[in-house]
Protein backbone atom coordinates (compact mmCIF):
# COMPACT_ATOMS: atom_id res chain seq x y z
CA UNK A 1 0.00 0.00 0.00
CA UNK A 2 2.47 2.83 0.86
CA UNK A 3 4.23 1.94 -2.69
CA UNK A 4 1.11 2.70 -4.29
CA UNK A 5 0.24 5.60 -1.91
CA UNK A 6 4.07 7.25 -3.39
CA UNK A 7 2.48 6.54 -7.22
CA UNK A 8 5.22 3.95 -7.59
CA UNK A 9 3.33 1.70 -9.35
CA UNK A 10 -0.53 1.72 -11.14
CA UNK A 11 -0.39 5.47 -11.62
CA UNK A 12 -3.44 7.05 -13.38
CA UNK A 13 -2.71 8.95 -16.61
CA UNK A 14 -2.95 12.64 -15.85
CA UNK A 15 -5.93 12.76 -18.36
CA UNK A 16 -7.19 9.94 -17.94
CA UNK A 17 -11.56 9.66 -17.38
CA UNK A 18 -13.20 7.29 -15.45
CA UNK A 19 -17.18 6.62 -15.45
CA UNK A 20 -17.59 6.31 -12.15
CA UNK A 21 -15.17 6.86 -8.59
CA UNK A 22 -15.62 4.00 -5.91
CA UNK A 23 -13.78 4.55 -2.93
CA UNK A 24 -13.40 1.22 -0.26
CA UNK A 25 -11.76 1.37 3.57
CA UNK A 26 -10.11 -1.75 3.47
CA UNK A 27 -9.82 -1.26 7.11
CA UNK A 28 -13.56 -2.45 7.55
CA UNK A 29 -13.54 -5.79 5.52
CA UNK A 30 -13.12 -8.64 8.11
CA UNK A 31 -10.94 -10.99 7.38
CA UNK A 32 -13.01 -14.38 5.86
CA UNK A 33 -12.84 -18.10 6.55
CA UNK A 34 -14.04 -21.37 4.95
CA UNK A 35 -16.45 -23.67 7.11
CA UNK A 36 -16.61 -26.27 4.22
CA UNK A 37 -14.89 -28.07 1.32
CA UNK A 38 -14.75 -24.87 -1.39
CA UNK A 39 -13.70 -21.77 -1.40
CA UNK A 40 -17.60 -20.51 -1.76
CA UNK A 41 -18.35 -21.98 1.34
CA UNK A 42 -16.78 -18.64 3.80
CA UNK A 43 -18.22 -16.45 6.57
CA UNK A 44 -16.17 -13.46 8.23
CA UNK A 45 -13.66 -14.57 10.62
CA UNK A 46 -16.06 -14.09 13.79
CA UNK A 47 -19.25 -15.15 11.86
CA UNK A 48 -21.34 -18.42 12.29
CA UNK A 49 -21.60 -21.07 9.76
CA UNK A 50 -25.59 -20.69 7.89
CA UNK A 51 -28.28 -22.75 8.50
CA UNK A 52 -29.19 -23.94 5.15
CA UNK A 53 -31.74 -26.63 5.21
CA UNK A 54 -32.47 -29.04 1.89
CA UNK A 55 -28.88 -28.91 0.64
CA UNK A 56 -27.29 -32.24 0.05
CA UNK A 57 -23.80 -30.32 -0.54
CA UNK A 58 -24.02 -28.09 2.19
CA UNK A 59 -25.08 -31.63 4.35
CA UNK A 60 -21.84 -33.46 3.01
CA UNK A 61 -19.56 -30.68 3.41
CA UNK A 62 -20.33 -29.91 7.39
CA UNK A 63 -20.05 -33.87 7.66
CA UNK A 64 -16.86 -33.94 6.51
CA UNK A 65 -15.65 -30.94 8.18
CA UNK A 66 -17.22 -32.58 11.70
CA UNK A 67 -19.08 -28.88 11.66
CA UNK A 68 -22.86 -27.84 12.09
CA UNK A 69 -24.54 -24.61 10.88
CA UNK A 70 -25.26 -22.01 13.75
CA UNK A 71 -21.39 -22.99 14.87
CA UNK A 72 -19.23 -19.81 15.36
CA UNK A 73 -15.57 -20.49 13.47
CA UNK A 74 -13.51 -18.29 15.81
CA UNK A 75 -11.85 -20.39 18.35
CA UNK A 76 -12.44 -23.95 16.58
CA UNK A 77 -8.92 -26.23 16.89
CA UNK A 78 -6.42 -25.87 14.39
CA UNK A 79 -4.92 -29.44 13.59
CA UNK A 80 -3.49 -28.98 9.99
CA UNK A 81 -1.95 -25.65 8.04
CA UNK A 82 -1.37 -25.68 4.34
CA UNK A 83 0.62 -23.19 2.68
CA UNK A 84 1.15 -22.98 -1.29
CA UNK A 85 0.10 -24.97 -4.28
CA UNK A 86 0.00 -24.20 -7.63
CA UNK A 87 -2.26 -21.31 -6.79
CA UNK A 88 -0.59 -19.92 -4.14
CA UNK A 89 2.63 -21.13 -4.30
CA UNK A 90 4.38 -18.02 -5.47
CA UNK A 91 7.50 -17.14 -4.35
CA UNK A 92 6.08 -13.94 -2.62
CA UNK A 93 3.74 -16.12 -0.88
CA UNK A 94 6.69 -18.31 0.67
CA UNK A 95 8.27 -15.25 1.24
CA UNK A 96 5.20 -14.01 3.27
CA UNK A 97 5.06 -16.98 5.27
CA UNK A 98 8.81 -17.30 5.98
CA UNK A 99 8.65 -13.70 7.13
CA UNK A 100 6.10 -14.94 9.91
CA UNK A 101 7.52 -17.87 10.83
CA UNK A 102 11.30 -16.97 11.10
CA UNK A 103 11.97 -17.76 14.27
CA UNK A 104 8.71 -19.06 15.32
CA UNK A 105 7.83 -22.83 16.06
CA UNK A 106 5.09 -24.75 14.82
CA UNK A 107 1.89 -25.27 17.79
CA UNK A 108 2.73 -28.57 19.42
CA UNK A 109 -0.66 -30.61 17.80
CA UNK A 110 -0.29 -29.06 14.28
CA UNK A 111 0.89 -30.13 11.11
CA UNK A 112 2.18 -27.31 8.81
CA UNK A 113 2.71 -28.18 5.09
CA UNK A 114 4.62 -26.21 2.90
CA UNK A 115 3.94 -26.64 -1.21
CA UNK A 116 6.25 -24.58 -3.73
CA UNK A 117 3.81 -23.60 -6.85
CA UNK A 118 6.79 -24.88 -9.00
CA UNK A 119 10.32 -26.54 -9.26
CA UNK A 120 11.43 -22.83 -10.08
CA UNK A 121 10.12 -21.46 -7.02
CA UNK A 122 11.04 -24.47 -4.95
CA UNK A 123 14.22 -24.30 -6.33
CA UNK A 124 14.32 -19.99 -5.64
CA UNK A 125 12.83 -20.40 -1.97
CA UNK A 126 15.49 -23.21 -1.17
CA UNK A 127 18.65 -21.07 -2.85
CA UNK A 128 17.23 -17.56 -0.41
CA UNK A 129 16.71 -19.74 2.55
CA UNK A 130 13.46 -19.72 2.82
CA UNK A 131 12.87 -23.47 3.40
CA UNK A 132 15.08 -23.68 6.28
CA UNK A 133 13.32 -21.14 8.13
CA UNK A 134 9.77 -23.29 7.35
CA UNK A 135 11.88 -26.73 8.31
CA UNK A 136 13.42 -24.93 11.35
CA UNK A 137 9.85 -23.66 12.31
CA UNK A 138 8.81 -27.47 12.34
CA UNK A 139 6.87 -27.17 8.70
CA UNK A 140 7.24 -29.96 6.34
CA UNK A 141 8.72 -28.92 3.32
CA UNK A 142 7.06 -30.64 0.25
CA UNK A 143 7.61 -31.07 -4.04
CA UNK A 144 6.14 -28.58 -6.02
CA UNK A 145 2.64 -28.99 -7.82
CA UNK A 146 -0.91 -29.14 -6.75
CA UNK A 147 -1.17 -30.64 -3.84
CA UNK A 148 -3.90 -32.84 -2.29
CA UNK A 149 -3.59 -33.15 1.34
CA UNK A 150 -3.88 -37.28 2.01
CA UNK A 151 -6.35 -38.49 4.12
CA UNK A 152 -4.76 -38.90 6.83
CA UNK A 153 -3.52 -35.35 7.24
CA UNK A 154 -6.67 -33.61 6.64
CA UNK A 155 -8.46 -34.20 10.15
CA UNK A 156 -6.67 -35.98 12.65
CA UNK A 157 -9.16 -38.71 14.36
CA UNK A 158 -11.37 -38.40 10.70
CA UNK A 159 -9.65 -41.10 9.23
CA UNK A 160 -12.82 -42.09 7.05
CA UNK A 161 -13.65 -42.33 3.49
CA UNK A 162 -12.81 -39.27 1.00
CA UNK A 163 -16.15 -37.51 -0.43
CA UNK A 164 -16.18 -37.31 -3.98
CA UNK A 165 -15.81 -33.36 -4.09
CA UNK A 166 -12.40 -34.46 -3.17
CA UNK A 167 -11.62 -37.13 -6.28
CA UNK A 168 -10.26 -36.33 -9.37
CA UNK A 169 -13.17 -37.89 -11.28
CA UNK A 170 -10.22 -37.86 -14.44
CA UNK A 171 -8.27 -39.65 -12.50
CA UNK A 172 -10.66 -42.08 -11.31
CA UNK A 173 -12.83 -45.25 -13.04
CA UNK A 174 -15.79 -47.73 -11.89
CA UNK A 175 -14.17 -50.62 -10.04
CA UNK A 176 -13.83 -53.50 -13.09
CA UNK A 177 -16.23 -56.23 -12.72
CA UNK A 178 -15.54 -59.50 -12.15
CA UNK A 179 -12.66 -61.43 -9.85
CA UNK A 180 -9.23 -61.27 -10.65
CA UNK A 181 -7.09 -61.79 -13.34
CA UNK A 182 -6.32 -65.64 -14.24
CA UNK A 183 -2.61 -66.35 -14.45
CA UNK A 184 -0.97 -65.89 -17.84
CA UNK A 185 -3.78 -63.44 -18.82
CA UNK A 186 -3.78 -59.90 -19.26
CA UNK A 187 -6.06 -57.46 -17.49
CA UNK A 188 -8.33 -57.17 -20.53
CA UNK A 189 -7.90 -60.66 -21.11
CA UNK A 190 -7.51 -60.62 -24.58
CA UNK A 191 -10.29 -58.08 -25.65
CA UNK A 192 -8.40 -54.91 -26.78
CA UNK A 193 -5.96 -57.01 -29.26
CA UNK A 194 -9.82 -58.88 -31.05
CA UNK A 195 -10.81 -54.93 -30.94
CA UNK A 196 -8.04 -53.80 -33.03
CA UNK A 197 -10.26 -52.50 -35.62
CA UNK A 198 -12.10 -50.10 -33.42
CA UNK A 199 -8.95 -48.22 -32.03
CA UNK A 200 -7.71 -44.71 -33.61
CA UNK A 201 -4.97 -45.32 -36.06
CA UNK A 202 -1.22 -46.03 -34.75
CA UNK A 203 0.37 -42.70 -34.81
CA UNK A 204 -2.13 -40.37 -35.93
CA UNK A 205 -2.32 -36.96 -35.47
CA UNK A 206 -4.16 -35.60 -32.73
CA UNK A 207 -2.88 -32.17 -32.84
CA UNK A 208 -0.81 -29.95 -35.65
CA UNK A 209 2.17 -30.55 -35.85
CA UNK A 210 4.78 -27.53 -35.05
CA UNK A 211 8.11 -27.32 -36.87
CA UNK A 212 8.55 -23.97 -37.14
CA UNK A 213 7.04 -20.33 -36.15
CA UNK A 214 7.92 -16.93 -37.90
CA UNK A 215 5.41 -14.50 -36.59
CA UNK A 216 5.61 -11.29 -35.25
CA UNK A 217 5.28 -11.42 -31.46
CA UNK A 218 2.22 -9.98 -28.85
CA UNK A 219 3.07 -8.90 -25.91
CA UNK A 220 1.72 -9.17 -22.29
CA UNK A 221 3.87 -8.14 -19.90
CA UNK A 222 2.12 -8.69 -16.72
CA UNK A 223 3.86 -10.81 -13.94
CA UNK A 224 2.10 -13.54 -12.66
CA UNK A 225 -0.61 -14.32 -15.27
CA UNK A 226 -2.58 -17.06 -14.17
CA UNK A 227 -4.74 -19.65 -15.71
CA UNK A 228 -8.00 -17.76 -14.66
CA UNK A 229 -6.71 -14.81 -16.11
CA UNK A 230 -6.19 -16.97 -19.15
CA UNK A 231 -9.38 -18.28 -19.28
CA UNK A 232 -11.71 -17.66 -16.57
CA UNK A 233 -13.66 -20.21 -14.77
CA UNK A 234 -16.95 -19.47 -15.89
CA UNK A 235 -16.30 -20.63 -19.35
CA UNK A 236 -14.95 -23.70 -18.26
CA UNK A 237 -18.27 -25.29 -18.51
CA UNK A 238 -17.60 -27.02 -22.16
CA UNK A 239 -15.81 -30.09 -23.08
CA UNK A 240 -14.12 -29.49 -26.28
CA UNK A 241 -11.66 -26.77 -27.08
CA UNK A 242 -13.35 -25.03 -30.24
CA UNK A 243 -14.86 -21.72 -29.87
CA UNK A 244 -12.30 -21.37 -26.47
CA UNK A 245 -10.33 -18.93 -28.21
CA UNK A 246 -13.30 -16.47 -28.16
CA UNK A 247 -13.23 -16.23 -24.47
CA UNK A 248 -9.11 -15.62 -23.90
CA UNK A 249 -8.51 -13.08 -21.85
CA UNK A 250 -12.17 -11.99 -21.54
CA UNK A 251 -11.97 -10.29 -18.44
CA UNK A 252 -9.33 -7.96 -19.97
CA UNK A 253 -10.36 -8.67 -23.60
CA UNK A 254 -14.33 -7.02 -23.04
CA UNK A 255 -16.26 -4.22 -21.39
CA UNK A 256 -18.94 -4.59 -19.19
CA UNK A 257 -20.99 -4.54 -21.62
CA UNK A 258 -18.95 -7.23 -23.75
CA UNK A 259 -18.07 -4.93 -26.03
CA UNK A 260 -13.99 -5.37 -26.89
CA UNK A 261 -11.96 -3.13 -24.70
CA UNK A 262 -10.04 -0.90 -27.24
CA UNK A 263 -7.12 -0.59 -24.47
CA UNK A 264 -6.40 -4.32 -24.72
CA UNK A 265 -4.15 -5.66 -27.07
CA UNK A 266 -5.49 -8.59 -28.65
CA UNK A 267 -7.80 -6.10 -29.90
CA UNK A 268 -6.03 -4.11 -31.64
CA UNK A 269 -4.74 -4.30 -35.57
CA UNK A 270 -1.15 -4.81 -34.64
CA UNK A 271 -2.02 -8.40 -32.49
CA UNK A 272 -3.81 -9.62 -36.04
CA UNK A 273 -2.33 -13.13 -37.12
CA UNK A 274 0.32 -13.19 -34.39
CA UNK A 275 1.70 -16.49 -33.39
CA UNK A 276 3.90 -16.04 -30.41
CA UNK A 277 2.61 -14.54 -27.20
CA UNK A 278 5.33 -12.87 -24.99
CA UNK A 279 4.82 -13.00 -21.22
CA UNK A 280 5.73 -11.39 -18.24
CA UNK A 281 7.38 -14.09 -15.45
CA UNK A 282 5.46 -17.33 -14.04
CA UNK A 283 2.93 -16.86 -16.60
CA UNK A 284 0.59 -19.87 -16.10
CA UNK A 285 0.21 -20.43 -12.90
CA UNK A 286 -2.22 -21.06 -10.52
CA UNK A 287 -5.15 -23.82 -11.57
CA UNK A 288 -4.09 -26.71 -13.69
CA UNK A 289 -7.01 -26.12 -16.37
CA UNK A 290 -6.24 -27.52 -19.48
CA UNK A 291 -8.44 -24.72 -20.97
CA UNK A 292 -5.61 -22.35 -20.59
CA UNK A 293 -3.50 -23.89 -23.73
CA UNK A 294 -6.88 -24.66 -25.47
CA UNK A 295 -7.83 -21.31 -25.69
CA UNK A 296 -4.40 -20.13 -26.52
CA UNK A 297 -4.05 -22.31 -29.22
CA UNK A 298 -8.25 -22.06 -30.42
CA UNK A 299 -7.39 -17.91 -30.53
CA UNK A 300 -4.40 -18.55 -32.94
CA UNK A 301 -1.22 -18.98 -30.60
CA UNK A 302 1.47 -21.44 -31.33
CA UNK A 303 4.38 -20.43 -28.80
CA UNK A 304 4.72 -18.43 -25.40
CA UNK A 305 7.75 -16.59 -24.27
CA UNK A 306 8.51 -15.77 -21.04
CA UNK A 307 11.15 -16.22 -18.32
CA UNK A 308 9.32 -18.51 -16.29
CA UNK A 309 6.49 -20.44 -17.12
CA UNK A 310 4.44 -22.73 -14.40
CA UNK A 311 5.06 -26.22 -14.30
CA UNK A 312 2.01 -27.66 -15.14
CA UNK A 313 0.42 -25.07 -17.47
CA UNK A 314 4.00 -26.23 -19.50
CA UNK A 315 3.09 -30.08 -19.15
CA UNK A 316 -0.58 -29.20 -20.47
CA UNK A 317 0.49 -26.66 -23.52
CA UNK A 318 3.51 -29.24 -24.58
CA UNK A 319 0.78 -32.21 -24.52
CA UNK A 320 -1.96 -29.63 -26.69
CA UNK A 321 0.41 -28.05 -29.62
CA UNK A 322 1.69 -25.34 -27.71
CA UNK A 323 5.05 -24.67 -27.55
CA UNK A 324 6.28 -22.70 -23.84
CA UNK A 325 9.58 -21.13 -24.15
CA UNK A 326 11.63 -20.34 -21.49
CA UNK A 327 14.64 -17.58 -21.80
CA UNK A 328 16.93 -15.50 -20.22
CA UNK A 329 16.52 -11.82 -18.47
CA UNK A 330 18.59 -9.97 -21.24
CA UNK A 331 16.16 -11.93 -24.45
CA UNK A 332 13.06 -11.92 -22.73
CA UNK A 333 13.95 -7.75 -21.49
CA UNK A 334 14.13 -6.85 -25.32
CA UNK A 335 11.13 -8.84 -26.58
CA UNK A 336 8.69 -6.80 -23.75
CA UNK A 337 9.99 -3.61 -25.06
CA UNK A 338 9.90 -4.37 -28.67
CA UNK A 339 6.25 -6.25 -29.39
CA UNK A 340 5.27 -6.83 -32.95
CA UNK A 341 9.53 -8.07 -33.30
CA UNK A 342 9.20 -10.64 -36.29
CA UNK A 343 10.91 -13.96 -34.54
CA UNK A 344 11.64 -17.55 -36.10
CA UNK A 345 11.42 -20.14 -34.01
CA UNK A 346 12.96 -23.65 -35.11
CA UNK A 347 11.77 -26.17 -32.88
CA UNK A 348 13.78 -29.29 -34.12
CA UNK A 349 17.09 -27.06 -33.34
CA UNK A 350 15.43 -25.44 -30.06
CA UNK A 351 16.21 -22.17 -30.71
CA UNK A 352 14.62 -18.89 -31.40
CA UNK A 353 15.81 -15.91 -33.71
CA UNK A 354 15.44 -12.52 -33.21
CA UNK A 355 15.10 -9.70 -35.72
CA UNK A 356 18.64 -8.59 -35.71
CA UNK A 357 19.86 -12.33 -36.44
CA UNK A 358 20.46 -13.38 -33.03
CA UNK A 359 19.89 -16.68 -31.65
CA UNK A 360 19.14 -18.53 -28.31
CA UNK A 361 18.69 -21.74 -27.95
CA UNK A 362 15.41 -22.66 -25.31
CA UNK A 363 15.19 -26.37 -23.60
CA UNK A 364 12.26 -28.86 -24.49
CA UNK A 365 12.40 -32.36 -23.70
CA UNK A 366 13.37 -34.73 -26.56
CA UNK A 367 9.95 -36.90 -26.07
CA UNK A 368 7.89 -33.32 -26.10
CA UNK A 369 9.33 -32.18 -29.01
CA UNK A 370 9.48 -35.43 -30.99
CA UNK A 371 5.71 -35.23 -29.76
CA UNK A 372 5.65 -31.74 -31.06
CA UNK A 373 6.75 -32.02 -34.62
CA UNK A 374 5.13 -35.01 -35.12
CA UNK A 375 1.63 -34.05 -34.19
CA UNK A 376 0.90 -36.82 -31.71
CA UNK A 377 0.48 -37.12 -28.22
CA UNK A 378 1.96 -39.91 -25.45
CA UNK A 379 -1.05 -42.14 -26.78
CA UNK A 380 -0.14 -41.48 -30.65
CA UNK A 381 2.86 -42.29 -30.17
CA UNK A 382 2.17 -45.78 -27.93
CA UNK A 383 0.16 -46.53 -30.91
CA UNK A 384 2.54 -46.28 -33.07
CA UNK A 385 4.59 -49.17 -31.63
CA UNK A 386 2.03 -51.06 -31.10
CA UNK A 387 2.57 -53.90 -33.04
CA UNK A 388 6.39 -53.68 -31.12
CA UNK A 389 4.32 -53.87 -27.87
CA UNK A 390 1.98 -56.71 -28.73
CA UNK A 391 5.43 -58.64 -30.30
CA UNK A 392 6.88 -58.38 -26.82
CA UNK A 393 3.68 -59.38 -24.88
CA UNK A 394 3.27 -62.96 -26.93
CA UNK A 395 6.79 -63.84 -26.69
CA UNK A 396 6.33 -63.69 -22.68
CA UNK A 397 4.56 -66.12 -20.26
CA UNK A 398 2.82 -63.75 -17.86
Known sequence: MPRWHAGARSATDPDA???????IDASTLEPMITYGTNPGMVVPLGGAIPRIAGNAVYDKALGYMGFHGGEVMLGKPVDVVFIGSCTNGRLEDLKAAASILKGRKVAPGVKLLIVPGSQQVKRDAESLGLAQIFKDAGADWRESGCFDVPGDERRHGRRGAILGEHQQPKLRRAPRRGGANLAGESHDRGRHRRARQDRRSEGALVMEPLQRVHSKTVVIASTNV?????????????TTKE??????????????DGAPNPAFILNRPEAAGCQVLVAGRNFGCGSSREHAPWALLDYGIRAVIS??????????ALKNGLLPITVGDATAKWLLENPGAEVDIDLAAARLT?????????PIEAFARHC???GIDELGYLRSKLDVIENYEAARRW
Open 17 to 23: RFDASVD
Open 226 to 238: DTDQIIPARFLTT
Open 243 to 256: GLGKQLFADWRYLA
Open 307 to 316: TEIADIFTSN
Open 354 to 362: LPDGAATSF
Open 372 to 374: LLH
